[in-house]
């Protein structure tokens, strides 16, 4: 690559300022508002439940394709993309449904299945809004990674220099929490059979889980340092990237696990870390280290990557509290024998009340009128961006969360495994659940597919159209891939 043309490229994505946290909240409400049309679509119309190519075709759109138009054509009007996704989707569910004829007209004796048959309900079962929340969020993770070189991609939704919100600084972070709430199955698993690993075991299992993902991360220092692709050195270093943060996650939370007798609760742990770490960059001179000193050494060559650990971190365990909270069926201390109305009541608030907490906590820590008036910085993963991403994705969760218990109630009212199954198969999207299924997978495939783009592509000069052209491709592969993977039922874990 030409020097000139790398120099032009680290540029494009360089001192960056970003842009209001309300249009971020408006462009990724397009994710839980096609959802809402997706569900209208099976839910009173059952358009999803033989998939053939129609199918597929609606499903990518209101998926994949609604969410590229969300960040690139529609980036400036995402108001008008949610009432043009909402607006159908309210209409179906007045009109009645289709759904409930066919079964009024073709009635029959319904076939008894004795108990054991029947199975007993899962106390971790499968939560359809998990899924689309998870799946999501992996779609337009992958879709930006590519789309914010080029032009079409607003600069304000890239990452962000030092100080400001955007949506790529919210991607990054959602990954991190996201990875938290499913980490807690595990743990609750665990809890549930009555069982408890010592902290060696939990180092040795959380060790191999960290070492692909290490190795992920040379090869991609090699590549990028190979390659000479363009750079940039503020995000997290001259050497660390993402891959080395992920893989350091598993090892620290092992070690975090051990202090839940001294904070049970992970949130508060969350807060403890959020805090000290914000206070040790206030009150000493490690923000000025990490933002300006000389890169003379290994360590200050790589100083935003080693200190933002101490966020991400932070962000993961607040994630872990969430799902702590939304992945049993008794969502807290609720009573065995609630009913399943009261079960789905308990968890809608407790979702709504975790949003209201974070998002009391940033107002606090952020607002110059009412309280510390401090500045969000992802490159610093700051105690501000912590809150802001925990508020962020449990604002996210409940929107999902209130889609299915809306749309589709037989899931959570479900009496028995095989007809709780069922319904949580009809409540979930094939290209949702494919990128939640294999999404560190994908991911993996997504990067090697930017660099090949932008080795071949001239992407600051290329028109909007054919950037568009590049980026759906790039979009359809990707959920070919996915669905492909599912469909072989190959899961792909690190």
Not at 366 to 378: A, C, F, I, P, Q
Request: positive net charge.
């Amino acid at each position: 690559m030409a020097q000139s043309y790398k120099t032009l490229k680290e540029d494009f994505v360089s001192n960056l300022a970003g842009g209001k946290i309300s249009e971020i909240n408006y462009v990724t409400a397009v994710a839980p508002a096609a959802l809402l049309l997706w569900s209208a679509l099976q839910s009173r119309h059952g358009f999803f439940i033989d998939y053939g190519p129609a199918a597929f075709l609606a499903d990518f759109l209101l998926n994949v394709g609604v969410i590229l138009l969300a960040t690139t054509f529609y980036s400036s009007a995402p108001v008008l993309l949610n009432v043009l996704l909402v607006s159908p989707a309210l209409l179906l569910f007045l009109v009645p449904s289709q759904t409930k004829r066919q079964k009024g007209l073709s009635k029959s004796k319904p076939i008894t299945k004795l108990p054991h048959e029947r199975g007993e309900l899962d106390p971790l079962p499968v939560r359809p809004f998990i899924t689309a929340y998870r799946g999501a969020m992996m779609i337009i993770t992958c879709l930006a990674i590519l789309a914010v070189d080029f032009k079409v991609f607003p600069r304000r939704f890239a990452k962000v220099e030092t100080w400001g919100t955007s949506l790529m600084d919210m991607g990054v972070g959602s990954f991190v929490f996201s990875g938290g709430v499913i980490s807690a199955r595990p743990i609750l698993k665990d809890r549930l059979a009555g069982r408890t690993t010592s902290l060696r075991t939990r180092l040795y299992f959380s060790a191999k889980h960290s070492l692909p993902l290490f190795v992920l991360g040379l090869v991609r220092i090699y590549s990028v340092k190979g390659l000479d692709l363009a750079e940039h050195v503020t995000e997290y270093g001259v050497h660390w990237n993402f891959y080395f943060t992920l893989a350091l996650l598993p090892p620290s939370v092992a070690l975090v696990e051990s202090l839940t007798a001294i904070a049970p609760s992970t949130a508060l742990l969350s807060l403890i870390l959020g805090g000290v770490y914000q206070s040790i960059l206030e009150f000493t001179n490690l923000k000025a280290f990490i933002l300006t000193a000389e890169r003379t050494d290994l360590l200050s060559q790589n100083r935003e990557g080693l200190f933002s650990f101490f966020g991400y971190l932070a962000i993961f365990l607040a994630g872990q509290a969430a799902g702590f909270d939304i992945l049993p069926r008794q969502p807290g201390n609720g009573s065995s024998i609630a009913t399943p109305y009261t079960q789905r009541r308990r968890l809608l608030m407790r979702l709504i009340l975790a949003s209201v907490f974070w998002t009391t906590m940033f107002f606090l820590i952020t607002s110059y009128k009412y309280g510390l008036n401090l500045r969000v910085s992802r490159r610093l993963a700051n105690f501000p961006y912590i809150l802001w991403v925990a508020s962020f994705n449990c604002m996210q969760l409940s929107f999902f969360c209130a889609i299915e218990t809306w749309a589709f109630p037989k899931v959570y009212k479900a009496l028995d495994k095989s007809s709780e199954s069922k319904e949580t198969e009809k409540a979930t999207s094939k290209v949702l659940w494919a990128f939640n299924r294999n999404g560190l997978a994908i991911f993996l495939l997504a990067n090697p597919l930017t660099g090949f783009v932008n080795l071949t592509v001239d992407t600051l000069t290329i028109s909007r159209e054919r950037a568009m052209g590049v980026l759906l491709v790039y979009s359809v592969l990707l959920t070919v891939v996915a669905i492909a993977l599912d469909r072989l039922n190959i899961t792909i874990k690190l």
